[in-house]
């Protein structure tokens, strides 16, 4: 059904949500996100915090499979805003994807924007989020799509409860895009003060004999829990376990995986993991920790800030009074980086009716490497190295670094009106200009082996796909500066994860790697530090469409380029026009001036 023919129910302020039936079991959700300043106090500090409807976490959007969504945004907001629904494939509706000066021109202050889409062939949990730099610290929240048929249609056991667990960060900065200009500039390191599970910072953080609350959950002794985990934070990969408990993963970004029983979930940020978890030990309490991991020197050193919530048993059969001490779990070191190679190496996809066969053709090949590097801040020389004060260091693919490029409209709204109108954007080589050691552990200090790779540049960068292309990707992540893993996002398609490896990939040796049968399929791929992955993706949803690390640092730092995917021959298979209410501000009424900054 196309959403965007449906009549728009008037909403009053204060009415947030409703549900529509429409026949055949369909509905239309909808939302009213209004986006307003809160003070929020933490750590003895009041900070002014941008959020929906006033809660952090936002508004949970929960539909069944096959429903439409109308989101109506009012931004009453100091900033400028979209809001990106990461994971839906918005099949031929690139329009309601949320990239600013991508595919919409940004909600200004005191303006109003709706977001119509389908929540059409995917099962599980997706998420929202802001797509300005940073903001969505504190916008964002979960999206839930049940099956049609309800619980019973799950490929497991029907849990008693199902809770969201959303970990993200605490920062007491009222301008979070200030932690963007800085990156672009490479001009201060900014970091968050706490971790957090719906948003609760926990009894690890206190200030003035003040212990902030904790996430508390409440069991009955035998029941089964579905954990809705996303990983909403800015900056880290996290560990995530349950003393006493162990997990059995049954989904990842909305698409079923086999079950694979952990005591410990790793997941990047933008990364959704759905999981079980049986209330199977002895009555008591017991803490749930994420614990952010990062590599070890002699990349640069964050600051090890864990958060920690609460599950306890409700029913006293023993050994659960209220003062008890929880357990902990053992938690691993946060330098250990294998274990989320492993947690991911062992996720396959489940056979299910909704699981799509692995296509065997292959039509284009692009092998991308990830890193920093540096560009000059005047002219076309200076000193190089991290610490030169010359340089702004960048984030690459292919060694360039993604420029946001000033527009007057939409790319996508050009794209649309001709393919042509875009041909500046600058090509993405398929493959890195020069081979070198990707994963050489020397290059990660400042060195004369090292100055010699920094050199970058940057430009707006883009790769077109034909209709239907069936494309692999091999990210190569590199020890330029740094070794950092990277959550590489795709928006608009889900991705195959055919193998990932150690070290620097060799077509050769690790073609016989892949797994054709039942890889599991993502629209976040972590890419393993000093690693690589190796993914496969359809090209069939026409549009303009953005790829990235979800790292934000590494995001606002250029770790970006754009998808392009070209009309198909037929209707069906074509970019229909804008919606009616697309904002327009700007082209014909010069409400804006020409330029756009971002
Ligand atoms: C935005 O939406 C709100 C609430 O629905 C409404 O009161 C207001 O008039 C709208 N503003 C604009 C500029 O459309
Ligand atoms: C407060 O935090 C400090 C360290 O940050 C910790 O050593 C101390 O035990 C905490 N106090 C309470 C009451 O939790
Ligand atoms: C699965 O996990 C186990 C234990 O952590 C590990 O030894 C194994 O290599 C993993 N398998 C893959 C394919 O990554
Ligand atoms: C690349 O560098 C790594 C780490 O320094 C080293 O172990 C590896 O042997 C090197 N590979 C090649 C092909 O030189
Ligand atoms: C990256 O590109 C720059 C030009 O912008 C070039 O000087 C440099 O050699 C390239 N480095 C690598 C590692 O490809
Ligand atoms: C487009 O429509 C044609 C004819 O109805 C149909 O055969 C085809 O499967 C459709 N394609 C898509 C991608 O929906
Ligand atoms: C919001 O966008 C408009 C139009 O591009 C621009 O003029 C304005 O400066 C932006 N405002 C902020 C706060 O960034
Ligand atoms: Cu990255």
Request: hydrophobic share 40%; with cysteine.
């Amino acid at each position: 059904m196309d959403s965007r023919s449906l009549p728009v129910a008037a909403t009053a302020a204060l009415i947030f949500f409703s549900v529509i039936a429409l026949s055949a079991g369909t509905a239309i959700v909808e939302h009213t996100f209004v986006v307003t300043q809160v003070t929020m106090t933490h750590l003895c500090k009041d900070t002014l915090v941008t959020v929906v409807n006033g809660q952090l976490p936002g508004p949970a959007i929960e539909v069944t499979e096959g429903d439409s969504i109308a989101v109506h945004v009012v931004n009453k907001s100091p900033f400028n805003l979209t809001i990106h629904w990461h994971g839906v494939r918005q099949l031929l509706n690139c329009w309601a994807d949320g990239v600013p000066m991508i595919t919409q021109r940004p909600i200004l202050p005191d303006h109003n924007f709706t977001y119509r889409f389908d929540a059409s062939g995917q099962e599980g949990t997706l998420w929202w989020h802001a797509h300005v730099p940073c903001l969505r610290a504190t916008i964002h929240g979960i999206l839930i799509i049940r099956p049609r048929h309800g619980a019973i249609s799950y490929p497991f056991p029907k849990p008693h409860k199902e809770i969201p667990i959303i970990i993200g960060e605490w920062w007491d900065l009222e301008d979070l895009g200030q932690v963007d200009r800085h990156l672009r500039h490479y001009v201060a390191d900014d970091y968050f003060k706490a971790s957090t599970i719906n948003a609760k910072l926990g009894d690890l953080y206190n200030c003035s004999g003040v212990v902030e609350e904790a996430y508390k959950l409440d069991l009955e002794p035998g029941k089964t829990y579905l954990l809705r985990v996303l990983n909403a934070a800015l900056f880290s990969e996290y560990y995530l376990k349950i003393a006493g408990h162990k997990f059995i993963v049954v989904a990842g970004d909305a698409n079923y995986v086999s079950p694979y029983t952990t005591d410990t979930i790793a997941i990047a940020p933008g990364q959704t993991f759905d999981a079980l978890v049986v209330a199977d030990a002895s009555p008591g309490r017991y803490y749930m920790v994420a614990m952010p991991n990062q590599p070890p020197k002699p990349d640069y050193q964050s600051p090890v800030l864990p958060t920690r919530g609460v599950l306890q048993y409700s029913n006293g059969a023993g050994g659960n009074q209220p003062g008890d001490v929880p357990m902990s779990p053992e938690m691993p070191d946060n330098h250990n980086h294998m274990l989320s190679f492993y947690f991911h190496g062992n996720l396959t996809s489940l056979h299910h009716p909704r699981h799509l066969p692995v296509p065997k053709r292959i039509d284009e090949r692009l092998f991308i490497t990830l890193g920093l590097g540096s560009v000059c801040r005047q002219g076309q020389s200076c000193e190089r190295g991290a610490e030169s004060d010359e340089v702004i260091v960048v984030a690459t693919m292919n060694n360039i670094s993604y420029e946001l490029p000033t527009v007057s409209r939409p790319l996508l709204e050009a794209h649309y009106q001709n393919p042509s109108n875009i041909d500046w954007l600058q090509e993405l080589p398929d493959v890195p200009p020069r081979v070198f050691n990707f994963t050489d552990n020397s290059l990660i200090p400042t060195g004369p082996k090292e100055e010699q790779l920094e050199p970058t540049s940057k430009a707006a960068l883009a790769r077109r796909f034909r209709y239907g292309a069936v494309v692999d990707v091999v990210f190569q992540s590199t020890s330029m500066l740094q070794s950092e893993s990277n959550p590489m996002h795709l928006h608009g398609h889900d991705m195959f994860v055919l193998a990932q490896g150690s070290g620097n990939y060799d077509m050769e040796r690790d073609v016989a790697k892949y797994n054709l049968v039942n890889p599991p399929l993502v629209n976040t791929v972590l890419v393993p530090r000093l690693g690589w992955v190796a993914v496969r993706f359809i090209a069939d949803n026409p549009g303009v469409w953005y790829m990235h690390c979800h790292f934000e640092f590494h995001q606002s730092m250029g770790m970006i380029a754009l998808f392009i995917v070209e009309d198909g021959p037929t209707a069906n298979t074509s970019l229909p026009s804008p919606p009616v209410d697309f904002l327009t501000y700007g082209d014909d009424n010069n409400l804006m001036p020409d330029e756009y900054y971002l």
